[in-house]
């Protein structure tokens, strides 16, 4: 009888471990944290060019996948991935068109860096930061007005 009641207690302890997600552990929901991001150059000349974005990525979960989402001066979204460069750093590259524009205004790209851990946990929308970053391409020079005859 108290080998039955030993194998119950072992089993009971064992259900309320396991139970309780291994010892009364709180479940991961929490996204991964994404610091020191920049975007560089952030200024390019209107024949446009590669733009490096990156970032530190970190989870005790790990990190499953960063990402960048592009906002283009059209509004049309794209993603653009980044990839583990050595310790918690990420990098992607953003290819980024001249501006054609003959008004003379810039062409702005927003940028907002994304991740997800292990558990799926991800950056909230729209990311991070939550105003963007940007990326200016300046007008070409317009040519001076013809001269009136």
């Not at 990525?57 to 993603?79: F, H, I, Y």
């Not at 950056?123 to 970053?133: A, D, K, R, S, Y």
Request: aromatic share 6%; charged share 20%.
């Amino acid at each position: 009888m108290m080998r039955w009641a030993i194998c119950l207690m072992v089993l009971a302890l064992m259900f309320v471990v396991n139970g309780c997600g291994g010892g009364g552990g709180e479940a991961d929901r929490t996204p991964p944290k994404i610091s020191n991001y920049q975007v560089s150059p952030k200024k390019l000349r209107f024949l446009g060019g590669e733009v490096t974005i990156s970032a530190v990525v970190r989870d005790p979960s790990g990190v499953e996948r960063v990402w960048a989402v592009v906002q283009k001066p059209d509004g049309a979204l794209m993603e653009v991935s980044l990839s583990p460069v050595g310790g918690d750093s990420y990098q992607g590259m953003l290819q980024v068109g001249s501006n054609t524009r003959n008004d003379g205004q810039s062409l702005v790209y927003r940028v907002w860096l994304r991740a997800r851990d292990g558990k799926g946990n991800e950056t909230p929308q729209p990311g991070v930061p939550m105003e963007g970053l940007t990326v200016e391409v300046t007008a070409p020079l317009n040519p001076p007005p013809k001269p009136s005859l």
